[in-house]
């Protein structure tokens, strides 16, 4: 598999004016997860096998949930599968809302593909009920049928309370973590101009604010969301580990080095003393994008699988001059 790279067409150390509310999120207004444990049925063989008892369990404890007594021996769960069950609760979601479900199977099921989730309650970290799913399984292509969704398979039962002004009507703003320092002293600097006597405390990436008197409190939230900044544009590499998908500034560097694997090897830069190139040596000459090295990792022989791996080696030994984000 051949890393595919996608290229931002901005230069790496560039500012850029935008918005807070792209930034910015509120301290107690996020979204939250919620959890839940269910079974996938009307499967065509391909749930979980007959050696283990936990799907056996379940099920009898579902059907003796309705009033059928099952003995979980006499189960043959080949066309059902116990999951995992997850959503995740967007700061406006209100009792009704419909949610997208994500299913993962917990045992051995070969595919999901095709199967019924049944009616399962989902809860948040406090363990109590904020949802129930239930719908058909789409299976995701990626997972080889052993993870899949239901869209808007979820009902909210019940609303979070989401409280955002502390007893002294303190308002925190949380600048995005990936954006560092500079975006924090910019997003105070553009507050501080606007209501200079606001601004309470600037900590780390959290910027603390009083709520004006007489202010409407989502007057202010608006009117702070609406302020712009210049943000220097930090150099980063995203990479996908699972599809080997990266994302990176067109300018993102990579100082002399070498790498070497197997029998090919690959030089960053000048050559080292004393070593000839050609043959099995390829040499990248002069300052090094992301670009140039993976294009020639991948011309030489080396898996996708590998140039993430050569990317997070080069990234802990200093060659690598932007922030890696791995997912």
Do not use: C, H, W
Not at 100 to 109: C, F, G, N
């Amino acid at each position: 598999m051949s890393v595919i790279l996608s290229f931002l067409a901005f230069n790496t150390l560039q500012a850029s004016t935008v918005n807070l509310r792209n930034i910015l999120r509120i301290e107690g207004f996020q979204e939250n997860p919620l959890l839940g444990y269910g079974v996938v049925v009307g499967l065509k063989g391909t749930g979980d096998s007959d050696s283990g008892t936990q799907t056996k369990d379940i099920i009898s404890r579902i059907a003796n949930n309705f009033g059928f007594k099952i003995n979980p021996d006499r189960i043959k769960p080949r066309n059902s599968a116990v999951v995992l069950v997850s959503a995740t609760i967007s700061p406006f979601s209100q009792r009704g809302t419909r949610l997208d479900v994500k299913v993962s199977s917990i045992y051995d099921a070969k595919s999901l593909d095709g199967g019924e989730l049944i009616i399962t309650p989902l809860m948040g970290g406090d363990n109590e009920i904020y949802a129930v799913a239930e719908g058909s399984v789409m299976t995701d292509r990626f997972s080889r049928g052993v993870m899949g969704f239901v869209p808007q398979g979820a009902i909210m039962q019940k609303g979070l309370d989401n409280i955002i002004l502390d007893s002294n009507n303190i308002i925190t703003f949380v600048v995005q973590e990936s954006l560092g320092y500079n975006a924090v002293n910019k997003s105070a600097d553009a507050i501080k101009q606007k209501y200079p006597d606001a601004l309470k405390e600037v900590s780390f990436n959290r910027i603390k604010l009083k709520l004006p008197q007489d202010s409407d409190i989502g007057t202010f939230i608006e009117n702070i969301f609406k302020l712009t900044a210049d943000i220097e544009d930090e150099p980063s590499v995203l990479v996908d580990s699972k599809s080997g998908i990266l994302i990176s500034g067109g300018n993102v560097i990579v100082s002399d080095s070498a790498v070497s694997y197997g029998g090919m090897k690959l030089e960053i830069g000048q050559p080292q003393s004393g070593q000839k190139t050609g043959g099995s040596v390829k040499l990248l000459k002069g300052t090094a994008t992301v670009q140039d090295l993976v294009d020639s990792l991948n011309q030489t022989g080396f898996t996708g699988g590998d140039i993430v791996k050569i990317l997070q080696l080069l990234y802990k030994n200093g060659n690598l001059k932007a922030r890696l984000i791995l997912q």
